[in-house]
């Protein structure tokens, strides 16, 4: 019997939590730190000296020896630089441990060490990391000892926006001042603020690390470049919430163990759909924190996954012909007060605010759209996005069917008379109680579906930040919110100017809203009817960043600066080409060093074969045929191989990090495909005891 565990005693252990602020702080000190969290501000400079100090007292007290300012440049991970508690010893040689406010508050690391898209050249090295006073500092344990991390901003010299932390406050701030002022217009006088709460479910596979150790594709680059299909796959759905496996479970186990330490709230797990898939589902907090927690989860699976001799694969495509991961990004504004500002309550055809917020979000997704594209955008998603396992690439809304009556009879008629009902869903079983039904289905299909107080960001990436989509939707909607508080502010009649209002962003909108079967060919023709964006691959996102559009929105609201859009779209760029870059090389090394000597090597056997049979006088034919099969493929991955490293040295002699990029896009990465096939092929001729690398019934069935 394993021990009990209290998971109340150690949940936030190692989290620097208001109550543990509180406990340690002088009362005045606790009060400003915590109208500033609530209000903003700065923290003076004798309040962060105590603060500092307490919080390095209860971090040496649990262990810790240094700290560091913990950031999310846009690499897309977090990054940290260990500073010791300790000074210099004083006359009588003893060490002492000091923390300073100033220490808390600014850090500086080399800006020019990190992507910045040409806002930092390699001579202009200062930036600044700023602490984010919201998000709790909280120790991390592990083979290079405790350490005290304390969640900061990172900007540049001159002021620029260097992370994805930045941007996402900004936003945050930007749709509560704008939903305030539509909340005041229904009479709501007591929030000060309203706040975006993120929910996000992590999708990930995991291998056993031996195997992994075996695959060069997966060690750089996070996927198999390489794999023909197991004899079985997903076919049977077996595994999609099946029993959990020992192994996988103690691995689970030790992972919530971990999160609950870190103040996660780690509430779901699961087998996903693909074998040696699963699932983790925190519960909602603050976008800010979420984003930062998310981040914490990706690290720390990880982390576990290798003292259970397993790895922990994020890449949104790991293997072909099984379904990739995604991170379903719940999203969701309410006020301080307790208003989910997306809850429609028992009657939504007659919850004015409701209307007005859902009308305003339809305006922004369809407005925006292209931004919300590309805020889902990384190399790996590629695979996944439109693929029949994840949302297509055209963005839509699914309502579900009671709201999408509600808002056609708002279209049509100028209001909503009636709803429709759920209904009871009866068993027939006499023992099993009849159930309320929701009054409408879900739709896995959809990108941005409404789950029934929240919307749905079906389509971002496993391994992604989801800092960027979130600072994206917090823009998209306070831009809506700020145009429709303009209008109704100076209205003489509000009831019909809200009621006219409502009406015509969703006549206006309509078209963003689908509930069908986002995977058929038939929605992609509506789409294209509709005049809904198809943008499908990364790079030709990029360019949505730039556009008057979306320089107008981000200016507007403080949340980027122009100079700030060129700079992430040249990112993007840059790390898609950097990122089929590593993948051909691995390629190539592959190729040349593993598979094509391990044919040649089987080709030479075959041949022996051949000829020791004919000697004996027996009959050849299947070893000469074999012999043929596996020699033709042979020669043609020889010719794919050859033509694939043409191509890698032109794509790295492009210097334009546009053009660049499109020609990885369009010939570098064909000719990545045009490799993997005929190898895949040789995988299913060869004999196994001769292929090199562990196959895709190796790492996705024994672990």
């Known amino acids: 019997m394993s021990e009990a565990l209290n998971v109340e005693e150690i949940f936030a252990s190692k989290v620097f939590t208001l109550g543990k602020m509180k406990e340690r702080l002088p009362r005045s000190v ?77 850090g500086e690391p080399d800006a020019s060490s990190f992507p910045s898209g040409g806002l930092r050249a390699t001579f202009e090295a200062r930036g600044y990391t700023v602490w984010d006073i919201t998000s709790p500092a909280f120790l991390k344990e ?34 509560s001042q704008q939903a305030l002022r539509i909340v005041r217009l229904f009479g709501n006088t007591e929030a000060t603020k309203v706040v975006a709460s993120v929910g996000p479910e992590q999708e990930y596979f995991l291998v056993d690390r031996a195997k992994y150790l075996q695959r060069e594709d997966l060690i750089f680059t996070g996927r198999t470049l390489f794999g023909a299909p197991a004899p079985k796959g997903q076919e049977l759905e077996d595994h999609y919430f099946g029993t959990i496996r020992e192994r996988i479970g103690s691995y689970m186990k030790d992972l919530n163990i971990e999160l609950w330490k870190l103040g996660v709230t780690a509430k779901t797990q699961h087998n996903e759909v693909a074998p040696a898939q699963h699932e983790l589902a925190p519960i909602y ?116 069917e009671q709201l999408e009556d509600v808002v056609k009879q708002l279209v049509e008629t100028g209001e909503a008379a009636h709803l429709l009902e759920g209904g009871k869903l009866e068993t027939g079983v006499s023992t099993l109680t009849d159930l309320e039904k929701d009054a409408t289905d879900r739709n896995r299909t959809s ?77 992609v023709k509506e789409a294209e009817r509709r005049g809904l ?67 040649i090597k089987y080709t030479k056997s075959l041949a022996d074969t051949v000829i020791a049979v004919k000697e004996a006088g027996a009959d050849t034919s299947v070893q000469t045929e074999l012999l043929g099969q596996v020699s033709a493929k042979l020669a043609q991955a020889k010719a794919a191989l050859v033509k694939l490293e043409k191509v890698e040295k032109e794509a790295a002699a492009i210097s334009n990090a546009k053009e660049q990029a499109f020609f990885y896009k369009d010939v570098v990465f064909t000719a990545m495909g045009e490799l993997r096939a005929p190898v895949d092929e040789l995988e299913m001729l060869v004999d196994k005891d001769v292929w090199p690398i562990p196959t895709y019934g190796d790492l996705i069935f024994e672990v």
Not at 65 to 79: E, K, N, Y
Not at 143 to 156: D, H, K, R
Not at 565 to 583: A, H, P, Q
């Open 447 to 523: 990108p941005f579906a409404f789950t029934g107080n929240k919307f749905e960001f079906r389509m971002v990436g496993s391994a992604d930040s989801i800092g960027s989509p979130n600072t994206i939707l917090n823009a998209i909607v306070a831009e809506a919110f700020c145009e429709a508080a303009d209008l109704l502010e100076k209205a003489e009649d509000f009831e019909l100017a809200v009621h006219d209002l409502i009406k015509e962003y969703m006549t206006k909108h309509l078209r963003i809203v689908f509930n069908g079967d986002g995977y058929s060919d038939e929605w």
């Open 533 to 599: 964006p198809n943008i499908k691959s990364m790079v030709e996102a990029a360019a949505t960043l730039t556009t008057d559009k979306a320089v107008k929105l981000f200016e507007k609201f403080g949340i980027f600066t122009k100079v700030e859009l060129e700079s992430r779209e040249e990112v993007t760029y840059e790390t898609y080409s950097k990122s089929i870059n590593i993948e051909a090389l691995t390629m190539i090394d592959m190729a040349k060093k593993q598979i094509l000597p391990a044919v």
């Open 285 to 400: 907090e603050t976008a800010n924190i979420a984003v930062d927690h998310n981040q914490l989860v990706m690290e720390t699976m990880k982390k576990v996954a290798g003292r259970h001799g397993l790895t922990c694969l994020l890449h949104e495509k790991p293997f072909a012909g099984v379904n990739g991961s995604g991170k379903h990004d719940n999203w969701s504004i309410g006020t301080d007060n307790g208003v989910n500002l997306l809850d429609p309550g028992d009657t939504p055809n007659e919850n004015v605010q409701f209307l007005l917020v859902l009308a305003c979000i339809m305006k922004a997704v369809d407005t925006h759209a292209d931004l919300l594209r590309q805020s889902a955008s990384d190399v790996g998603n590629d695979h996944r996005l439109g693929a029949n396992e994840a949302p297509p690439a055209i963005i839509s809304m699914f309502l579900g």
């Open 142 to 175: 592990d083979a290079v000892g405790v350490i005290l991390c304390i969640p900061t901003a990172f900007c540049s010299y001159t002021g620029e926006a260097l992370d994805k932390k930045t941007p996402l406050l900004r936003s945050m701030e930007a749709v």
């Open 30 to 106: 606790y009060k400003e730190v915590k109208k500033i969290m609530e209000q903003g501000g700065e923290l003076s400079p004798a309040a962060a000296d105590v603060v500092a100090k307490a919080m390095k007292d209860w971090a040496v007290e649990n262990g810790a020896t240094h700290f560091t300012h913990w950031f999310q440049p846009l690499t897309g991970i977090t990054a940290e630089k260990h500073d010791a508690f300790v000074t210099h010893p004083d006359e009588e040689g003893r060490m002492l441990m000091e923390f300073s406010g100033k220490e808390l508050i600014k």
